[in-house]
């Protein structure tokens, strides 16, 4: 059974909709998924070593920023060793702004730089996930699965 660590920052319970339909969708499928949330939980990027792959979720804050909870993360990324490590990353934003879930590209660019391996599809959602985007985000967390146990993702 894989290990998984699904890590999100939600300022307006978005990404959080996002983040339960993954981690339901992966425990219903017999997959141990630790749970930690930017604001509430201790995370250290050391962390990051001690699971088989990650779910990473975050919302694109006014600007096209990285909400202000993850940048010292960001900063420390350098210090952990991530290579060959799955990630999918995940998030929110509003299609109202000009930079439209660049956030997640900042932390998609961040990941591969530092040698993860990247589900190659980031998800990203409008606002509030409709029952599409929940479906979406089930496929997601099955892409994942797939890149943890060694088989090869169809990419378009």
Request: aromatic share 10%.
């Amino acid at each position: 059974m894989s290990k998984i660590l699904m890590l999100y920052a939600s300022a307006t319970g978005n990404t959080e909709l996002m983040a339960k339909a993954m981690v339901n969708h992966l425990r219903n499928n017999n997959q141990d998924v630790v749970v930690k949330m930017f604001d509430y939980d201790e995370i250290e990027v050391e962390q990051l070593e001690n699971y088989d792959g990650i779910l990473f979720g975050v919302y694109t804050w006014v600007g096209g920023d990285l909400p202000f909870e993850v940048e010292d993360f960001y900063d420390e990324l350098d210090g952990v060793n991530i290579k060959r490590k799955p990630f999918a990353v995940f998030g929110s934003a509003d299609s109202f702004y000009d930079e439209y879930g660049t956030a997640l590209d900042i932390m998609y660019e961040r990941f591969e730089k530092l040698g993860a391996v990247m589900v190659p599809e980031k998800l990203v959602v409008d606002l509030g996930p409709n029952q599409e985007d929940l479906k979406k985000c089930e496929q997601l967390a099955d892409r994942l699965s797939m890149l943890i146990s060694g088989k090869e993702l169809n990419v378009k």
